[in-house]
């Protein structure tokens, strides 16, 4: 299964030409022979434009996503449109939310080559540290996975990558593949290769992780985008300039690690 990653400049608030490159971008993975393609953390927004958050939050089914979806389609490959600002209260008309979750949502949708919806992730850990997105945004619950290209796909994003337990709880529903799209900043370069990679091998699986490229004042987005295999080889990054990342993953490799390396199954409770 051929893997591409969209690090994409994102500018803040101009969802217009954010979401153009990120269209740009499926097409030139298609080209590129790629079966999936993993777009940043907050593409259409970015993730440090707070003001803009409440002002361009929409349903999942609404018209962001919907042009993300026409270009899978029309390209014939996988998306995940990971992530957007999702107004809960509009999914729930659409009936893709409950009543009782309410607000906005960090949210990534998993789109097959034919457009379709196939999983919503809303983030479950969100950011503190002088961040306002503790006290915009609602956290996510559930964490479901897909099966694509011989792949159990799981998906986390950005600062998720802290918190081992999550990683632990898709080990337990049978994840091989782990995507986590992030908008990752400056001056955390360390922190982000660390995690990257910690997550890979210790969990024995893939991940991929695509960080946008930015800047917004304060803050900018490193990059550094990176597909790493169970062993904790990286297999394929980026700098810090906009990119697309790609790799060949192979599904038997995740089971013939856990085989060879079987620490997984020495796991107490």
Same mark, same amino acid.
């Given at each position: 299964m051929r893997l591409a990653l969209a690090q994409l400049e994102v500018e803040p608030g101009?969802?217009?030409?954010?979401?153009?490159?990120?269209?740009?971008?499926?097409?030139?993975?298609?080209?590129?022979?790629?079966?999936?393609?993993?777009l940043p953390e907050m593409f259409t927004v970015?993730?440090?434009?707070?003001?803009?958050?409440?002002? !361009?939050?929409?349903?999942?089914?609404?018209? !962001?996503?919907?042009?993300?979806?026409d270009a899978a389609r029309e390209h014939g490959i996988a998306v995940l449109a990971g992530s957007v600002v999702e107004d809960l209260a509009a999914s729930a008309a659409d009936g893709l939310a409950t009543p009782a979750e309410e607000g906005y949502a960090n949210a990534s949708v998993f789109l097959d080559a034919s457009g379709d919806r196939r999983a919503v992730y809303r983030k479950h850990h969100l950011f503190g540290y002088g961040s306002a997105e503790q006290d915009l945004l609602t956290?996510?619950?559930?964490?479901? !996975?897909?099966?694509?290209?011989g792949f159990t796909v799981g998906v986390t994003t950005c600062y998720d990558l802290r918190f081992p337990e999550l990683y632990r709880d898709l080990v337990a529903a049978g994840a091989t593949l782990v995507l986590v799209p992030s908008a990752w900043p400056y001056p955390r370069v360390e922190h982000w290769r660390l995690f990257t990679r910690t997550r890979a091998v210790e969990n024995l699986w893939y991940l991929a992780a695509t960080n946008g490229v930015g800047d917004f004042g304060a803050d900018a987005l490193l990059g550094r985008s990176a597909v790493v295999d169970p062993w904790g080889t990286t297999l394929a990054a980026a700098g810090d300039d906009p990119a697309l990342v790609t790799a060949d993953l192979?599904?038997?490799?995740?089971?013939?690690?856990?085989?060879?390396f079987p620490a997984l199954a020495d796991r107490r409770e």
């Open positions: 101009a969802v217009r030409a954010n979401v153009g490159r990120a269209v740009a971008a499926i097409e030139d993975a298609a080209a590129a022979g790629a079966d999936l393609v993993v970015g993730y440090f434009a707070f003001d803009a958050y409440a002002r !361009t939050a929409q349903s999942i089914e609404g018209e !962001t996503v919907g042009r993300v979806a956290a996510g619950e559930r964490l479901p !996975t897909v099966e694509f290209g192979e599904p038997g490799r995740v089971e013939a690690v856990r085989e060879e």
